[in-house]
């Protein structure tokens, strides 16, 4: 069995079992990436075979258009006060904290708004995602915008170095939903320093003039739900 393939077993396991807590006229939140993609096809067959009246606040014009398709509705987030619940995937979580890394999508922005909005935030993923420290295998995103950026870069480098510009499909830098780019920062691998303090990270970006967001999710995660290579799950809460 290739890695993707096992991958994507334990992704829509996790998917499945996040999705098990909608319930009916809840208002919810959807992130973006691959794991999602399973929790808004898991949502769907609910709402065909219940008849569940939901709606959504997609987090990504990716998200928004595959929930359409599938049937799903959606809303404004201005539009209501609170939303019920928002599932979304991450790209390291970090085990006891439940700290996240996100972004690699391209959707940190939405996504923390859409989190911030909600009374519950789940988190679904693979076992692979799941480390005992924040950034030894991923770099750090973080959304800037286009003017001045370079400067903005070398400020950032400053707490975590190198910071690279993404590049887009075509080579060209990538540009979010929201019309800013995003610099990944850090050599996540085998001989990377784990963030020793996530949070404070998370605000020193945050201080930075030019900064739009971090994609350091370091409040809020009620749980993570993981799934393995079998289809099992198991559910992560955060440690005092």
Known sequence: MTETR?????????????????????????GTGSTVAFVLEALARRIRAE?????????????????????IG?????SVAELDLAIDGADEVEEGSLCLIKGHGGALLRE???ATAARRFVVVVDESK????????MSIPVEVVRFA????ARRLERLAAPAVLRPGPDG???????????YDL???????????????????????VGVVESGLFTHGVERAIVGDARGAVRTLTRQA
């Open 6 to 30: 096992t991958a994507d077993i334990g992704k829509r396991a996790a998917a499945e079992a996040a999705v098990s807590l909608v319930r009916d006229g809840m208002m919810l939140g959807l």
């Open 51 to 71: 008849g569940l009246t939901v709606a959504g606040v997609p987090t990504s014009e990716q998200t928004a258009s595959r929930a359409t398709a599938l049937g």
């Open 74 to 78: 959606l809303i404004d987030l201005a």
């Open 112 to 114: 923390k708004i859409v």
């Open 130 to 137: 799941v480390v005992a420290r924040l950034g030894t295998r």
């Open 149 to 152: 950026h370079a400067a903005t």
């Open 172 to 182: 060209a830098p990538f540009i979010t939903d929201n019309g800013n780019l995003i």
């Open 186 to 208: 850090g050599s996540p691998g085998k001989s990377a320093e784990p963030i020793a303090d996530p949070r404070a990270l998370e605000c020193d970006f945050n201080a930075i």
